[in-house]
């Protein structure tokens, strides 16, 4: 059965983990009936302090048959087609350079990262902390990009190489194929087999396995990283002044697509001020108004929020100046969607009745669920995922059609069952 998608946060101390992750969101913080939706799985014997429920900005079903109106999610939520979907986080806390030989918080560090299937990199891009998390000033950050993949990798080879005679000795003795041997090394990493071919794949390697050089294990090792720790890299603190010039540094050497920038400080800001009825504020968008904006756009009450002294002003004038505008968001809503993008993840609507859509039982909601799965799952999976072991009798798809187990889920075609 497919598991749930994790996404682990890695960075040095102090790079900006837990302010992106935005620890209130925890689950011991979160309202009763969300706590019991991470609860009541089996797997969550223990609250475990790291894990944390972000929320991922999808389009959602109901804009498409124009049912937004009676949207209600059991979790998360929904405005005018746009739903938050919840999303388990993993803060992995302690890396510093050597840890694959136990430095820091080392083997506790690396034993967390193997249940992630993506990673998001939270990179101090202000420089003004150095390579152990302490304040500093000019430090380039495209050290932390280099030095924390080089642990990853490191760590993995580390333990190949180790036993690669008599791993070498056994692939001849049973004929195994490749597949089979490496799997039989990175499983514990979460790998599947699925992965240890894609990442073969890549290289078209024509040696057979007993004679790979150390060069080549090497280049699979790297292969097998960058398809088990997909990774997107939040350049976080963009609001410090220093940032500038090592973003477009940074921009020069990486996949622009893995790049977003951020400003989680600004992020926990503004839903501060929000909650606190200070000011109004669409997450993941530039949009902030205080009550002087409100009026002046004709709403008389200001939309009912509180006054803003001097120097509130002043610092909200500044975030906007030196982030929203600039940047166009505080990017910490977008660092999950990029994610989730690298993963392929696809969000699914299990409803019980497909022509309204409905929950049943007398219900007018719609659409109240969605579980996102990883890209290539098939129908079956979904709905041994959604149900259990319960019989399956057949699945059906919008329109009443029914769709075959064996088909893979895609946005659009079969992920209304
Ligand atoms: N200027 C600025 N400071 C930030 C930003 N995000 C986090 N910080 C500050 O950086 C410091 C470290 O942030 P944390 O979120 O605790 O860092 P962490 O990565 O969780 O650190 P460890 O738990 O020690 O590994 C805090 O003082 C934050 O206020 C940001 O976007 N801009
Ligand atoms: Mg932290």
Redesign the pocket.
């Known amino acids: 059965m497919p598991r749930d998608p994790l996404i682990g946060l890695v960075?040095?101390?102090?790079?900006?983990?837990?302010?992106?992750l935005n620890r209130k969101l925890s689950v011991r913080h979160l309202p009763f009936k969300e706590r019991e939706h991470v609860l009541i799985r089996p797997r969550f014997t223990t609250i475990d302090p790291q894990r944390a429920i972000g929320y991922l900005q999808i389009s959602c079903a109901c804009a498409r048959y124009d049912l937004s109106d009676r949207c209600k999610p059991n979790y998360g939520a929904c405005v005018k087609g746009k739903r938050s979907v919840p999303i388990e986080l993993l803060?992995v806390?302690?890396l510093v350079p050597g840890a694959h030989e136990g430095k820091g918080l080392g083997n506790k560090f690396l034993d967390d990262l193997r249940q992630a299937d993506a990673l998001i990199h939270?990179v101090?891009v202000?420089g003004t902390t150095d390579a152990e998390?302490k304040a500093t000033r000019g430090y380039d950050p495209l050290q932390d990009i280099v030095w924390l993949r080089s642990e990853i990798v490191r760590w993995i080879e580390g333990n190949l190489v180790e036993k690669w005679g008599s791993i070498k000795r056994r692939h001849v003795a049973i004929k195994a194929n490749p597949i089979e041997t490496l799997q039989n090394q990175f499983s514990g990493y979460g790998s599947t087999p699925q992965t240890v071919a894609r990442a073969l794949d890549r290289l078209k390697l024509k040696e057979p396995l007993e004679h790979w050089s150390p060069e080549t294990i090497s280049s699979v090792v790297n292969s097998f990283t960058d398809e088990k720790f997909p990774t997107v890299f939040a350049l976080?603190?963009?609001?410090?002044p220093d940032a500038d010039k090592n973003i477009s540094k940074i921009a020069k050497m990486q996949d622009p697509q893995s790049i977003v920038l951020?400003?989680?400080?600004?992020e926990v800001f503004l839903r501060k001020l929000a909650k606190q009825g200070f000011v109004r504020y669409v997450e993941g968008s530039e949009l902030v108004d205080t009550r002087e904006d409100l009026v002046e756009m004709g709403e008389a009450d200001g939309g009912g929020l509180k006054e803003l002294d001097e120097k509130l002003k002043t610092r909200i004038e500044n975030l906007k100046d030196m982030v929203l505008y600039r940047f166009g968001s505080t990017g910490v809503v977008q660092v999950l969607s990029r994610a989730a993008e690298l993963l392929g993840l696809v969000p699914v609507f299990p409803v019980r009745n497909i022509h309204g859509f409905g929950a049943g039982a007398g219900s007018n909601a719609v659409f109240r669920d969605c579980v996102l799965v990883q890209k290539g799952t098939t129908v079956r999976d979904c709905a041994r995922k959604i149900m259990g072991d319960a019989p399956l009798a057949y699945v059906e798809g919008a329109g009443g059609v029914r769709v075959s187990e064996d088909e893979v889920v895609e946005v659009g075609k079969n992920d209304v069952s």
């Open positions: 960075g040095k101390p102090s790079s900006g983990k837990s302010t992106t803060d806390a302690g939270v101090d202000s998390g976080n603190k963009i609001d410090h951020c400003s989680a400080i600004s």
